[in-house]
């Protein structure tokens, strides 16, 4: 029937966190801008969550996030909202890494 | 007070295993509950979690969630959302915390298997934040409909389901014992967390969010995502050991659970999350397709992830593929059809609108499960009732205990596959479930099928009446027509159109 459609979902490369939307979420969409130049953005809006998407590897630093927020931030408290992501994830005190180890 | 970052006392506080004295280390994490694949506590040192957290950090995320989740409920608690909302919208909130809530507290318990068992010191620490993860879950999702139960019986099986015969909730126990509360520490990390957690959850937790957000329930979508953030950090428990095992020669172990894990939910998943994303949930409030969330949590998403890990897509991949446009139809059919014995009412979703909706997002939709619902409309529109409930019992798989189902229509494609098993007949609805089987026949085999029970005799008299006893369905809690069959009216109308022209 239509198999194409779904094998083809498969075929992508795309990493980043899945937000609740609030003012969190709002903060990673500057931060993946400031944290990634040169990099091409991908944010989908589904109103219960957010898509923020970059291809193979996406870094978020707490200090941006946190100057984006206006307040003080501990990269843990991305938790709050971070309601799923794509790819793998590394988590450290300053900066939280979503990546792909192979590209498709 | 100057306070050390986490990642400079991190890898020491988590260095928790040491070389027992006085017991052998078989003693201290017994092989068939700690599944240690051979392996020496050392070689599962290296486990290395990668979303870290610590008790204090997690104690103060853990309030901000609840303060938002429970304060949304306060402020929205008077806009009597629930006794506005759609009859479907109603089912799709009965349907999920009576499927889902008390298994959050058998999650609980297989974390804590984790938490005891693991020779990894790290996913020790994570399935301890994990079980308190999974008892917020059970409390929440029992808590927040309970201020519903004096409007409607059918929400008290928020609480009752897992404690009835009904039938989905044995096929639901079914799964969720096989993955959860009977398997060893490593494999409840890679079933349950890494397989069922980072991939299916989603489709429940964030797909149907989406729709909620969409129908204006935004207590249901505020909560369910929010649960959600708990799981994306402990279903990252998995991943890790999945690594280990791959580095230690024992990929094929690891795949042969990630594929059992990943068909058994998916069948699940077809049954509970299928008909409600497009059938239940109102048209104009329908975010995406059934399908298509799956395409994009687990096929985008959990597959694409899967297989960065290492591991490959599932042997039986393409299979999966094609039944996401066809299984969870003929799931609807057959729940609406047998719906006096579901604690919900189902929603037929089939006015031509939502047809029309249903033929674009699957091809072909009309020319095979709208024949079936051709019957049914004639039926109902006649006020031929009787008709539109079935008299006999469906053949039900040994594994999934769903029904057998195959694509009505020219390419009927219904087949059985059996299995002769120490003088036992068991019946399949696909290559899949018999294979699970075929896996660890002895986990499965004294397990009766609600039909082997009705065979053998248990449920007394052979009737409804006899069923629904048995399925501890009261009367009041009876599934019917979410809309009283209000949808007919239109096929009645048109009907009286074409007979007047």
Redo the contacts between chains.
């Keep these: 029937m239509i198999l194409g459609s779904s094998a083809q979902a498969y075929h992508n490369n795309m990493v980043g966190p899945i937000m609740r939307a609030g003012d969190l979420a709002t903060a990673v969409i500057e931060a993946a801008k400031l944290d990634n130049p040169g990099r091409e953005l991908f944010v989908e809006d589904k109103r219960a969550y957010i898509r923020i998407h970059m291809e193979q590897e996406m870094v978020l630093r707490r200090q941006t996030i946190e100057e984006e927020l206006g307040r003080p931030f501990k990269m843990n408290d991305l938790e709050v909202d971070l309601s799923s992501f794509a790819g793998q994830i590394e988590s450290r005190d300053n900066e939280i890494r979503f990546y792909f180890v192979k590209r498709i | 007070m100057a306070l050390l970052?986490?990642?400079d006392w991190y890898d020491l506080a988590r260095t928790t295993n040491w070389t027992p004295t006085y017991v052998t280390e078989d003693e201290l994490f017994p092989p068939q509950l700690s599944g240690g694949f051979g392996l020496p506590q050392g070689a599962w040192e290296k486990y290395d979690e990668?979303?870290?957290?610590t008790y204090p950090?997690y104690v103060k995320?853990q309030r901000?969630?609840d303060a938002?989740a429970y304060s949304v409920k306060a402020a929205l608690e008077r806009s009597r959302i629930f006794e506005n909302s759609d009859p479907g919208w109603k089912s799709v909130m009965k349907a999920h915390y009576g499927a889902i809530a008390r298994g959050e507290y058998a999650a609980a318990s297989a974390e804590a298997r984790m938490m005891r068992f693991s020779k990894a010191p790290g996913m020790r620490n994570m399935a301890t934040l994990g079980c308190m993860d999974e008892i917020r879950h059970g409390q929440m999702q029992l808590y927040f409909p309970h201020e519903h139960v004096a409007k409607d019986r059918q929400m008290d099986w928020a609480f009752k389901a897992y404690d009835t015969n009904e039938w989905a909730m044995i096929a639901a126990r079914h799964f969720f014992d096989d993955i959860m509360l009977t398997r060893d520490a490593i494999s409840v990390s890679i079933m349950l967390t890494f397989s069922f957690e980072t991939g299916f959850t989603?489709m429940q937790?964030?797909g149907l969010?989406?729709d909620?957000?969409?129908a204006g329930d935004h207590t249901f979508?505020?909560l369910i995502?929010?649960i959600?953030?708990d799981?994306?950090?402990h279903a990252?428990i998995g991943?890790p050991a999945l690594k280990v095992l791959i580095e230690n020669g024992h990929k094929a172990e690891a795949q042969k659970r990630v594929d059992i894990a990943v068909w058994r939910a998916w069948k699940l998943f077809s049954v509970l999350t299928g008909p409600i994303m497009d059938y239940y949930t109102p048209l104009e409030h329908r975010?995406q397709s059934f399908?298509e969330f799956?395409?994009?949590w687990i096929?985008?998403?959990f597959?694409?992830?899967l297989?960065?890990?290492g591991l490959d897509?599932p042997w039986y991949w393409?299979q999966f593929?094609?039944d996401?446009?066809e299984t969870h139809h003929g799931m609807h059919l057959g729940s609406y059809y047998w719906r006096p014995t579901v604690w919900w009412n189902p929603a037929a979703g089939v006015t031509p609108e939502e047809r029309d909706w249903l033929e674009k997002k699957y091809?072909?939709w009309n020319e095979t499960w709208g024949q079936c619902w051709d019957v049914i409309i004639e039926n109902v529109v006649d006020g031929n009732m009787a008709l539109t409930y079935p008299e006999t019992l469906p053949y039900v798989c040994n594994m999934c205990q769903l029904p057998i189902l195959g694509t009505p229509g020219s390419k009927w494609n219904v087949k059985d596959y059996p299995l002769d098993y120490n003088g036992r007949l068991y019946h399949f609805g696909s290559e899949v479930d018999r294979w699970v089987f075929q896996q660890e026949p002895e986990r499965y085999a004294g397990h009766l099928s609600i039909v082997d029970r009705f065979l053998a005799g248990m449920i007394q008299p052979m009737d409804l009446g006899g069923a629904l006893h048995y399925m501890n369905i009261a009367p009041g809690e009876c599934g019917d027509d979410a809309h009283d069959y209000a949808w007919a009216d239109v096929y009645r109308a048109m009907r009286a159109t074409k007979k007047a022209g």
Excluded: I
């Design positions: 970052n986490r990642m990668p979303y870290k957290q950090e995320v901000e969630k938002g989603n937790f964030l969010a989406a909620a957000a969409e979508a505020n995502s929010s959600q953030t799981e994306s950090r990252q991943g975010k399908k799956m395409e994009e096929v985008a998403q597959e694409r992830a297989t960065d890990m897509l393409e593929l094609a996401l446009n091809p072909g």
